[in-house]
């Protein structure tokens, strides 16, 4: 799996949803990676209490969808109770209909939404396999 677009700090959870890091930086640094090797970003929007966030997490560990991530620039970005970087999830999926986790790919070249999970697609995480999840990545990379 390729590096993320920036480096994790210390204070990241074991799922990758940091309460302390810069949600905008992050996407911005991954954003200016992608520019340069034209690599589509993949922003997932969750948080560690959320069941279906930490499964969907898991299933980025298969074989199949981590080969996939990794022809993407991956950032992690933490909703904590739908309470915390609304404002930068509001830019690239709709979080009242798509829920957590949500995610959304970014055009490497303009930095706009390719696709967002807006309906839900992924609220059900925990039912969905590793192939399922990596049918969905390998469509948009």
Known sequence: MAAPATPRASTASAHGYDPHADAAAEIKAALKAAKKDGRPVLVDFGADWCLDCRVLSARFQDPGPSATL???????????EFDHNLDVAARYVNLRTSGIPALAVLDPASGRTKV????????????????????FLKRWA
């Open 116 to 135: 967002a999970t807006d309906r839900g697609e992924f609220a059900n995480a925990r039912t969905m396999s590793a192939d399922q999840v990596g049918q």
């Open 70 to 80: 990794a022809r993407y620039h991956v950032v992690t970005v933490d909703v904590g």
